[in-house]
Antibody, heavy 122, light 106 residues
Framework: QVQLMQSGAEVKKPGASVKVSCEASGYTFTTYYLYWVRQAPGQGLEWMGIINPSRGSTSYAQKFQGRITMTRDTSTSTVYMELSSLRSEDTAMYYC???????????????WGQGTLVTVSS | DIVMTQSPATLSVSPGESATLSCRASQSISDKLAWYQQKPGQAPRLLIYGASIRATGIPARFSGSGSGTQFTLTIGSLQSEDFAVYSCQQYDDWPTFGGGTKVEIK
């Protein structure tokens, strides 16, 4: 069955960087794009960007341009999301989510990781 | 960005009653709309896509409708496990989500 397994919770100081991983299993890794979505405490969901695991190409939400990097390792079926220059407002649960339609960048998400809590605090 | 607006923010419903949730897009998105259910401490779960297509394993009491800018999620005869937060998402452009509607027990 499809699974997205994320790395564990992180606590970071303001100005630091965090790198969250998402290991995919149960399907052909390179066939489906992956989104990263975050959710601040008590808030709604916020799309951060997308990665094509086949080519490694990415597109980021304007809000995060310049401080977000998404990468992938096809040998381990893992995607990574690194966010730099962290501030308290980046405290949130971070999710990876599979784009449901193979080869499509715009679609619903049918499988989600369990989430990784990133806390930014001095 | 396409702005998604959900209403109401909170809906108080008695078990067995039905619930109607609304989602409005700031511009036409055709039928490129999904609904998700989220319970505390859990990741979102896909309920509806293409505005009206139930995802795999979703009970028939969940139904979606609408196109263009106005969409509705209807939950018929609410069960205890249906009390949760529901979010809409458009994917006509890079995804954006509504702020969510919390369905709580009345």
């Amino acid at each position: 069955q499809v699974q997205l397994m994320q790395s564990g919770a992180e606590v970071k100081k303001p100005g630091a960087s965090v790198k969250v991983s998402c290991e995919a299993s149960g399907y052909t890794f390179t066939t489906y794009y992956l989104y990263w979505v975050r959710q601040a405490p008590g808030q709604g969901l916020e799309w951060m960007g997308i990665i094509n695991p086949s080519r490694g190409s990415t597109s980021y939400a304007q809000k995060f341009q310049g401080r977000i990097t998404m990468t992938r390792d096809t040998s381990t079926s893992t995607v990574y999301m690194e966010l730099s220059s962290l501030r308290s407002e980046d405290t949130a649960m971070y999710y990876c989510a599979r784009v449901a339609v193979a080869g499509s960048a715009l679609s619903q998400s049918d499988h989600w990781g369990q989430g990784t809590l990133v806390t930014v605090s001095s | 960005d396409i702005v998604m607006t959900q209403s109401p923010a909170t809906l108080s419903v008695s078990p067995g009653e039905s619930a109607t949730l609304s989602c409005r897009a700031s511009q036409s998105i055709s039928d490129k709309l999904a609904w998700y259910q989220q319970k505390p401490g859990q990741a979102p779960r896909l309920l509806i896509y293409g505005a009206s297509i139930r995802a795999t394993g979703i009970p028939a009491r969940f139904s979606g409708s609408g196109s263009g800018t106005q969409f509705t999620l209807t939950i018929g005869s609410l069960q205890s496990e249906d009390f949760a937060v529901y979010s809409c998402q458009q994917y006509d452009d890079w995804p954006t989500f509504g702020g969510g509607t919390k369905v709580e027990i009345k």
